[in-house]
């Protein structure tokens, strides 16, 4: 079955300091992958995809194949990456979600 | 530009009651999408509309929700004999393709009494 697990309910670390939220992923096929992040009292957005190899307010994230893996990375936490981060899975054009990591910086 | 858009914002109902949600897309977007969102967890799939028609309702959790998007923009969707279970966050995206980045309102917040 198609899946999404992100391990973290909660991530913190001090500003400054590297930040990894791990995604974790089951899917037979060629997956396509996403990022989205939700800033408090906003609405869900695109943070970064798979295919597209961006790196977004110093985000990247890449895709492992070997460990169905798909971490998001930034080497230096800034107090405005404090969010709610949510890994998702395409399949036939709906998005399969994970249960999202929340992340804190503390300052 | 507009962003999309869903009413109302906030919905308090009793068990038993019928409810309709509102979901406007961005315009010219021909993807839409509905999902569910339950406390503590990620959003759930719900039905997509390509144009008019659904193109994928396996996510309707039984015969009580069904949605319409007669005109191909503005959708609804309508929870019959509503549920306490069915309290959510009901969230709505759209794309201009099924390929493309979905776009998410703000979500409706549920709440079945």
């Known amino acids: 079955a198609q899946r999404v697990t992100q391990p973290e309910k909660l991530l913190s670390v001090f500003k400054g300091a590297p930040v990894e939220l791990k995604c974790n992923y089951s899917?037979?096929?060629?997956?396509?992958l996403f990022w989205y992040v939700q800033y408090s009292r906003q609405r869900l957005q695109l943070l970064l995809r798979h295919i597209s190899r961006e790196s977004i307010k110093g985000f990247t994230a890449d895709l492992n194949k070997g460990e169905t893996s798909f971490h998001l990375k930034k080497p230096f936490a800034q107090e405005e990456d404090s969010a709610m981060y949510y890994c998702?899975?395409?399949?036939?054009?709906?998005?399969?979600w994970g249960a999202g990591t929340k992340l804190i910086i503390k300052p | 530009g507009a962003g999309v858009s869903q009413t109302p914002s906030n919905k308090v109902t009793e068990k038993g009651k019928y409810v309709e949600l509102r979901c406007d897309p961005i315009s010219g977007h021909t993807a839409l999408y509905w999902y569910r969102q339950s406390l503590g967890q990620g959003p759930e799939f719900l039905i997509y509309f390509q144009g008019t028609g659904a193109a994928d309702d396996s996510g309707l959790p039984n015969d009580r929700f069904f949605a319409v998007r007669p005109e191909g923009s503005v959708s609804t969707l309508k929870i019959q004999r509503t549920e306490r279970g069915d309290s959510a966050v009901y969230l709505c995206?759209?794309?201009?393709?099924?390929?493309?980045?979905?776009?998410f309102g703000p979500g409706t917040r549920l709440l079945v009494l």
């Open positions: 998702a899975l395409e399949s036939n054009y709906q998005l399969i």
């Open positions: 995206a759209s794309s201009s393709s099924t390929t493309e980045t979905q776009y």
């Open positions: 899917y037979s096929g060629s997956p396509e």
